[in-house]
């Protein structure tokens, strides 16, 4: 009965979404009935989260992919392939691990504010990716046969002087890095289509790691830095976002709906674009052929690329899964009901806790995250006055729970169009 009443209000509620401008939530037709895309924004600078894990204590027991043995799990071996609210819901289920591993070491538990949780959930999910170790380490040797097998040592010779029909590839060693390699292929990617078309030789493509150990070949000779990772300045997903557009990426390819065609839907890509900086660049490498084709029977002009705005480009195309959150709050109203309303309302003013539609930001589901990491002591200890055990969310609920309440905040009323 209360079940009935609570979706027929959340129908009520979705109505209002996506009429403002100022909300966090749209209404996407195309997907699950009621389901809605919650606005997370892209981060500018994913490696700024790197100087709070240590200031927030996270570094105290947590390793970043180095052989020291934390107390809780190594954050960079895990790779987080959910959006940004599934990591927060991770975050949010082991809290009360954590806090009870932080009282045993006299670690006080840091209070994070939304911009805090935002950087080091940006931070966390970027991880692997800039240390390019997404899909294990590169191969040099495999990297060396690629490099016949897929035709470049007709063009460009062997590793001695990597010297033929096309220019040599030496003076890349040493400097080149998978965006280098990424920008450089893709913009000369039109005159070697000739050269190949021209010899005989077959557009190459690149699966999985291929990329990556084809680049470790030829980095080989550079003065021992090919084992070393390979950093760079690091892309901005939201600099790439701006690229998108004016790149007129937008006008072949959707991003969750939005956007052209006839180019797939990036945003729908789910775990395709989740590798490393060289398996996205071989992704779009592979497509170039059809993409300029394209382009020429619009009579779009060609792009080309700066090595940064193919970090950005790259960046964002990696981010574009975190961000791209759907959630279904009429499923988030049955969570709400089952795991917190014990203790909360929502807009029903306060019980134990407080009423959650009153509390600040609520419009920015990473704020809502912040606050539950902050309270949880105090949560857990009414949970366990009553017997109750933590109550975890799994992949997708954080969503929809954030979706839920967002929509049943008092807004300020949205304007009618
Ligand atoms: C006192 C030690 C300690 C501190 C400090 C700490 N953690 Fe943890 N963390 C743990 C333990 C232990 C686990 C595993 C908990 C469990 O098994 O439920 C964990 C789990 C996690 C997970 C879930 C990993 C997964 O498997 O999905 C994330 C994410 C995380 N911590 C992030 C952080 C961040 C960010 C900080 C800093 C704000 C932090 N932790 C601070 C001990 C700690
Ligand atoms: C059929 C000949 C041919 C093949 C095969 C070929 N290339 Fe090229 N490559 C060229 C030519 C010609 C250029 C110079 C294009 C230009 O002037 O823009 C070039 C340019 C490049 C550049 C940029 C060099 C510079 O001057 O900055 C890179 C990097 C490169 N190729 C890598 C590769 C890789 C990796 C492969 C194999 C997947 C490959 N090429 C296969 C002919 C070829
Ligand atoms: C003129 C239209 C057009 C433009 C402009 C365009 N694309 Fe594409 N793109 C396509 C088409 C068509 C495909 C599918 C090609 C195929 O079937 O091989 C594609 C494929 C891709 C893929 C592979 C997707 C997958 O999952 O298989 C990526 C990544 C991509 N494009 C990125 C970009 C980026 C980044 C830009 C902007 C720099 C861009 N595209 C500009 C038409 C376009
Ligand atoms: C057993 C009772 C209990 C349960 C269950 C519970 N909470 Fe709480 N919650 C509290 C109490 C008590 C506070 C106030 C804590 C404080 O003052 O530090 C609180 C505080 C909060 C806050 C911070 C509000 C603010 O003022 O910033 C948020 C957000 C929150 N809870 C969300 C949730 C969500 C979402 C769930 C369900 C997944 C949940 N809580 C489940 C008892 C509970």
């Given amino acids: 009965m209360e079940r009935r009443a609570m979706c027929t209000r959340v129908g009520g509620w979705l109505m209002l979404l996506g009429l403002g401008t100022g909300l966090a939530i749209t209404v996407i037709s195309a997907q699950t009935p009621g389901s809605v895309a919650l606005t997370v924004a892209l981060p500018d600078e994913p490696t700024a989260g790197a100087r709070l894990f240590v200031q927030k204590g996270c570094v105290r027991c947590h390793a970043l992919g180095g052989d020291e043995v934390g107390m809780g799990p190594d954050l960079g071996r895990i790779h987080f392939p959910g959006t940004a609210l599934d990591l927060a819901g991770s975050f949010w289920n082991h809290a009360p691990v954590m806090a009870e591993k932080m009282r045993e070491s006299k670690i006080q538990q840091p209070t994070l504010d939304s911009g805090e949780m935002a950087d080091l959930l940006a931070f966390l999910t ?36 990597f010297d033929k029909k096309g220019p040599s590839l030496t003076k890349y060693r040493g400097r ?40 470790a070949y030829l980095q080989i000779g550079s003065g021992g830095t090919s084992t070393d990772r390979v950093y760079f300045e690091p892309g901005s997903p939201r600099r790439g976002q701006g690229l998108f557009t004016s790149k007129g990426c937008l006008q072949c390819h959707a991003i969750a709906g939005v956007g052209g065609h006839p180019g797939p839907d990036l945003g729908d890509r789910g775990r395709d674009l989740l590798g490393s900086v060289a398996s996205i660049a071989g992704l ?33 195309l990696y981010f574009v899964n975190y961000a791209n959150v759907r959630a279904v ?57 009553r017997g109750l055990s933590w109550p975890r969310l799994a992949q997708g609920e954080a969503a929809d729970l954030a979706a839920f309440l967002v929509a049943r905040r008092p807004a300020s009323q949205p304007a009618v169009r």
Avoid at 296 to 306: D, E, I, P, Y
Wanted: with cysteine; net charge neutral.
């Fill in 176 to 215: 080149m890095s998978a965006i280098v390699l990424a920008q450089t292929m893709w913009n000369h990617g039109s005159e070697m289509a000739q050269v190949m078309r021209a010899s005989g030789v077959p557009w190459p493509t690149f699966a999985g790691g291929e990329m990556g150990d084809l680049l």
């Fill in 126 to 161: 970027a991880y692997r990716y800039y240390v390019a170790q997404v899909g294990g380490p590169a191969n040099p040797v495999v990297g060396k046969s690629l490099f016949e097998q897929k035709g470049c040592s007709l063009c460009h010779g062997e590793a001695a002087t």
């Fill in 329 to 385: 709050p009429a499923h988030g109203a049955q969570i709400f009901s089952q795991k917190c309303a014990v203790c909360h309302s929502a807009g029903g003013g306060p019980r134990v806790g407080p009423d959650l539609t009153a509390i600040q930001q609520l419009d920015d589901p990473i704020a809502l995250f912040a606050a539950m990491w902050n309270h949880s002591s105090r949560m857990e200890q009414e949970l366990r006055r």
């Fill in 284 to 316: 779009m490498w592979n497509h170039s052929r059809p993409m300029e084709a394209e382009s020429r029977r619009r009579g779009l002009a060609r792009v080309t690329f700066s090595g940064q705005e193919m970090a950005d480009i790259i960046a964002y």
